[in-house]
């Protein structure tokens, strides 16, 4: 079977049928169009979810159920799978101690997290109407203090932060399946402001 291409960039209309391209010397080109995310923010599948600005959460010390600074809870049989992009942590005020930023998780086999706060969602399309299907909580209680799998770095020690912001690119790493809660959470009390950007697929 002999594959064909056009050397050179091509114009081209959304549902026209057309040749691979190729560069001079032979090989495919492929690039990324616009934006890394583009694609998903224009489609209105990607959400983000944050802490009211100036108003931090303060997590306990350690892995906790009643106090996680940031929750996002996939409900039981939501029909689809949370592809979690970036999150983001500002440190708000120097902690008593060195803190340490994670994030955990609960398992679909625990009950549901209990959302007393929802946070600040939106499309990230910014003037998109419509509500995720993933739900994220500024205020929540979880089932059970969740296990820790992924750390996000901290500060060292109680002096100043020197407006620490965290940015962790988890670019679809992590997945959050129908029933699973993942949440921030740290080892060390420390009052943060966070968020969460996430792509909701389709199973």
Known sequence: MKIQGKVGTQRLSDGVEADMRLSRSGSVVTSQSGGQYTEASLGGNMYIGSDLGGTAV?????LSATTPALTLYNPVGSGVNLSLMTVTIGVTASPAAAA???LAYNLATAAAPTLTTLANVTNAQL???GQPIG????VST???APLAFRFLGGTAGA???ESTNLVDHVDGEVIIPPGVAISVQSTSAAAILASF???????
């Open 58 to 62: 303060t997590t306990q010390g350690g």
């Open 135 to 138: 739900q994220c909580a500024r």
């Open 127 to 129: 003037t998109k109407n």
């Open 159 to 161: 002096a100043g932060i």
């Open 100 to 102: 340490t930023f994670m």
């Open 197 to 203: 950007t996430w792509e909701e697929i389709i199973i």
């Open 142 to 144: 979880l089932a059970a």
